[in-house]
Structures are given as C-alpha cells and as structure tokens.
C-alpha cells in the first residue's frame, strides 16, 4: 500500500494557514462542523461556472465571515450586487447568524490547482481525448510562470470496459519537500462512462523563509555636546570603585623610544690582494738528527714594496740539469 500524504494537510500549519479559523466548545463542535461542510457544498454548487477555487470561513460569537476566492468575481456579484445579496440572505437563513461574504480575484487562474483540474474535467465532459486535454492545461500552466505541474485522471478513459490510471508532467514538482509552495486540487467529470476523478499539483517556488535584512541607522553624536554620548551611557563611579582606584597607583607611562638614527654608509673594504704562487723548498737535514724538514709555505700576501720589488729584478731563465743515469 502507498502511504500518500495530502498536500496541503502536509504543510498546514508550518507554511499554510487554515481555511476554517474558528473554535468552538467539545458540545458546538460537531454542529458546526457539519453546517461548514453544508456550506462549502452549497456553494461549490451554486458558483460552479464563477471559477471557484477556495473558501474560507471565520467565525465569531454572533457572526460568519465567508472569502470567496474566485477567478470571475463578476458572475458572484452580479448586476449591481444582485447576486451577493441574495447569497447572502441564503447564507443566513441556513446558519441563523449575521454573515459577511468577501469576494477576493485570482488574478492568475492558471497557477489554481482547483481550477486546473476543473479545466480538464470540463474537457472531458465534452468528450475531448483526455491526453489532449493534459496536455493543453500543462502548456498553459506552464507559460503562466509555474516552476512545475503534474495532472493526473483515473477512470474509464476513451470508452475502456476497465478502469486506468493516467497522467503527465511538466518541471518538477518536489512533493517531499516542506517548503516548497505546491498547491493541490481534485475534482469528479461525470461522463456517460461514468465518474473520472482528476487530480492536479502546482508548483509555483519555494515560501519565503527568511525575512529580508533591516538596514541598521547610524547614529551620529552631536557636535556641540561637551560628552559623547557613549561617555554619558556609562553607569557613574561607586565609592568602591572610587577608594580602589585612590589605593591602586597609575601606572607609570611608558618610556618614549628614541628616535631613530639615520644609518651612514659604511666605508668600502679595501681588495684583497692575489694570492702568491707557492715556491717548491727543497727538504733540508738538521744537524743532528738528519732528519728531513717539512718545507714551510711562504706567505700567502706579500707586501706592495716587495711586490714592486719583485717585479723590477730581471728574471733568469732555468736551467735543466740531466739526470746521471745510475
């Protein structure tokens, strides 16, 4: 078995309101209840070709309220209000109570679940092919600014001996979803083949959740008062506050810090000298032991004199000695 949820039953409450706002004892309960559903029928009946879609009811102590919620509000009022008063004067004879009808227009009979599936079920009265007749109110929802709509009928379509299940859909109508503004609407086509229940669901968005921000005023502190108004807000010192803040000394103000001095450049290294080629020392004997003496390295910088000097001597050339083969 599917576990089917009503639409709207689904949301009253969170997103939608009640269409009967009234409250009554647990004895007044069950009359009222029953008169309500007398009057709903009545005028389901009475304004069939007015484009009914809702009705809504309030009561007070002495007095009914009635909305009508309908796509011409001409065929209710009638010529010169003709039409109203006399409802009205049905409407009171049937609960014995002083009632008030308000009319209000759909300005959009298209996005009207109601209205849609009577649409379809006045189309299948006159024997048109009930694909044809979805398919034509999906279209024209659907140019109308609705985000998604599904039809659905059930019965003896197209002269069928059994009973069939038909149905399509336009965008998307997310049932599951809580806030979403799905309007749902149902109602019976009496054919020669007998009764066709049709079905209809509108999705026109979401309900708004959350309320635009106010912008916050700035408030400004006037020029000429001697104290700021956010000095004037703080609470006045106690004596306490007084006697702690005479025992506990200010503490001292910080030292300034010295004033930076400008960096002076710094004196460019002197180059360092070429490094001297390392002269060979032959090994040399000490005296007594005979032993052989590493040879000490010369100086890696020599002076700029001896290096003049150096280089003003002439340089002999070197002499190979032959080696005396042994």
């Given at each position: 078995m599917g576990h089917k949820v009503h639409?709207?039953?689904f949301r009253l409450g969170v997103y939608r309101n009640w269409e009967a706002k009234w409250f009554a004892p647990d004895k007044e309960f069950k009359p009222l209840l029953l008169e309500d559903v007398r009057l709903r029928r009545m005028l389901m009946i009475r304004l069939k070709n007015?484009?009914?879609a809702r009705i809504e009811t309030?009561?007070?102590s002495s007095a009914l309220t009635i909305t009508l919620h309908t796509a011409k509000p001409g065929i209710v009022i009638g010529k010169g209000g003709t039409s109203?008063?006399?409802?009205?004067?049905?409407l009171e004879k049937i609960t014995g109570k002083r009632v008030?009808?308000?009319i209000q227009e759909i300005k959009k009979p298209e996005l009207s679940a109601q209205l849609v599936a009577e649409n379809v079920a006045a189309q299948l009265e006159k024997r048109i092919a009930f694909r044809r007749a979805i398919k034509q109110s999906l279209m024209k929802t659907m140019r109308a600014g609705a985000q998604g709509v599904k039809i659905r009928v059930k019965g003896r379509l197209g002269g069928s001996e059994m009973a069939r299940v038909e149905w399509n859909r336009e965008g998307r109508v997310p049932l599951h979803t809580l806030k979403a503004d799905i309007d749902f609407g149902q109602t019976e086509a009496k054919t020669t083949f007998g009764r066709i229940g049709v079905s209809a669901w509108v999705y026109t968005g979401n309900f708004p959740t959350e309320a635009a921000p106010k912008p916050t005023a700035a408030v400004d502190e006037p020029a000429d008062a001697g104290v700021p108004i956010g000095a004037a807000l703080v609470e006045p010192a106690t004596?306490?506050?007084e006697l702690v803040h005479a025992a506990v000394p200010a503490p001292a103000p910080a030292a300034e810090a010295p004033a930076p001095v400008a960096a002076t450049p710094?004196?460019?290294?002197p180059a360092k000298p070429k490094r001297a080629t390392r002269a060979k020392a032959t090994a040399t004997t000490t005296a007594e032991g005979g032993e052989k003496v590493a040879p000490?390295?010369?100086?890696h910088a020599k002076t700029a004199a001896t290096a003049g000097a150096a280089s003003d001597a002439p340089k002999t050339p070197r002499t190979r000695t032959a080696k005396k083969k042994e």
């Open positions: 639409p709207n039953g007015a484009g009914l309030e009561r007070s109203v008063d006399q409802l009205r004067d049905e008030r009808v308000t004596p306490l506050a710094a004196p460019e290294a000490k390295r010369t100086t």
